[in-house]
Structures are given as structure tokens and as C-alpha cells.
């Protein structure tokens, strides 16, 4: 089974700074797909940015972009120019395709951006 | 625009009770998904349906019961209700693409609280 590690319960960066969540996971497959959601206080699961294991370009959505090492089977989120409304939960998460699209979740970074 | 939707929002009840909560996707997707979130924001699988057939059953107590009527609706049904059943839980939905090309989108969650 897949197992996704957030080695870092909280975080905060001061607002317009640079800060990066770290994601580590563990499996023997080769194919598969890796997404960060963000879940604010209103609870809401949205997604952020997502990246094919088989691309080896990192994936970037505006502020946001990835750092996936693939040998390493690391898959960090760096969030650039921060700002008061990225405060937010932000989960890791791994889709194996060959196990139904069966996705596993993070335990989550708290992350509070400091005005 | 509400792409994937679940009713209620909230919901209160007694111990021993059971309960349903109900959501649609207008998304054209053709799998769905619950989650369970805990108070410690740990989000897990429960069950996954593709075009209405079950294809992701972890490990949950048989009190919990889905239904998919058809392609655009998954719904819960919990019997008996217990303390341990108070989560915040998460309806999905996505399209299966050749090569697990997908993205889950999650509603809004329905908070479940068991006095």
C-alpha cells in the first residue's frame, strides 16, 4: 500500500515570502499521480496543482510549483509571493491508477501566512 | 455553478440513529467517492463507485451503506450511529481517463456530529 508522509504539522511565512511544504511517499509502482489540495477554513477541499509521474517537467500553477524527484519520491509544494488568503491546511495526496484511481492523503500542513 | 454538491451541511443527531447524506455531481464524471475526514483532519478513503458499480470498499463498518442510484449520485446511509462516526465527510467525483489522466473534485463536506 501507498503511504504519504507531511513531515511538517505547521508552518508559517511571512506575507510576499517564498515558503515550500515538504511530501514524501512510499511505492513500488511507476506510473501514478500526485496533487496537493488546499483546505481553508470554510473546509473546502481544493485542488492546486497536480503532476504525472511520468513527466519529468515540474508542474506549475501561477504561485504555486513542485519540486517532484521521482528517485527520491519527494513531492514539494513551493508557494511564491504569499499571500493572506493561502492560509490554509495543505494535503499531499497519491492516485495509483492501477488500483482503481485509489488516492491516499497527507496528514497535512497548517500553514499561516503572516501579515 | 455547484459541480460536485452534498446535503446537509451540517448535521446533528442521537446516538443510535441512522442517517443519510446525499451527494450529486453535474460534472459528467463517472466515479464518486466518500471520504472521512477525523477531528485530527485525517482524510481517508471509504468507498469509490464507477458507473455505479463498487470498486473501493476499505475497511468501514457495515453500518455504513452506499448507494448509487445512477452515474451523478452517491449517497451514505449510516444505521446506528456511534460517537466515533463524528466526522466531517467528503463527497468526490471524477472521470476515469485512459492512463488515470484524473483529477478528483470534492464537495463541500457534511460535518456529522453524534451526541
Known amino acids: 500500500a501507498q503511504t504519504v508522509t507531511q513531515s511538517q504539522p505547521e508552518m508559517s511565512v511571512q506575507e510576499a515570502e517564498t515558503v515550500t511544504l515538504s511530501c514524501t511517499y512510499d511505492?513500488?509502482?511507476?506510473?501514478?499521480?500526485l496533487f496537493w489540495y488546499k483546505q481553508p477554513p470554510s473546509r473546502q477541499m481544493i485542488l492546486v496543482i497536480r503532476?504525472?509521474?511520468?513527466?519529468?517537467q515540474n508542474a506549475t500553477e501561477n504561485r504555486f510549483s513542485v519540486n517532484f524527484q521521482k528517485a527520491a519520491k519527494s513531492f514539494s509544494l513551493k508557494i511564491s509571493d504569499s499571500q493572506l488568503g493561502d492560509t490554509a491546511m495543505y494535503f499531499c495526496?497519491?492516485?495509483?491508477?492501477?488500483?482503481?484511481?485509489?488516492?491516499?492523503f497527507g496528514a497535512g500542513t497548517r500553514l499561516t501566512v503572516k501579515p | 455553478d455547484t459541480a460536485v454538491s452534498q446535503t446537509p451541511k451540517y448535521l446533528v443527531t442521537q446516538m443510535g440513529n441512522d442517517k443519510s447524506i446525499k451527494c450529486e455531481q453535474n460534472?459528467?464524471?463517472?466515479?464518486m467517492y466518500w471520504y472521512k475526514q477525523d477531528s485530527k483532519k485525517f482524510l481517508k478513503i471509504m468507498f469509490s463507485?464507477?458507473?455505479?458499480?463498487?470498486?473501493i470498499n476499505e475497511t468501514v463498518p457495515n453500518r455504513f451503506s452506499p448507494k448509487s442510484p445512477d452515474k451523478a449520485h452517491l449517497n451514505l446511509h449510516i444505521n446506528s450511529l456511534e460517537l466515533g462516526d463524528s466526522a466531517v465527510y467528503f463527497c468526490?467525483?471524477?472521470?476515469?481517463?485512459?492512463?488515470?489522466?484524473?483529477?478528483?473534485?470534492f464537495g463541500p463536506g457534511t460535518r456529522l456530529l453524534v451526541l
Open positions: 503532476q504525472e509521474a511520468y513527466k519529468q
Open positions: 511505492t513500488s509502482e511507476n506510473n501514478y499521480y
Open positions: 460534472l459528467g464524471h463517472d466515479t
Open positions: 468526490a467525483s471524477s472521470l476515469r481517463l485512459p492512463g488515470g489522466k484524473e483529477t478528483q473534485y
Open positions: 463507485y464507477n458507473n455505479k458499480e463498487l470498486i
Open positions: 495526496a497519491f492516485l495509483n491508477p492501477s488500483n482503481n484511481n485509489d488516492m491516499r
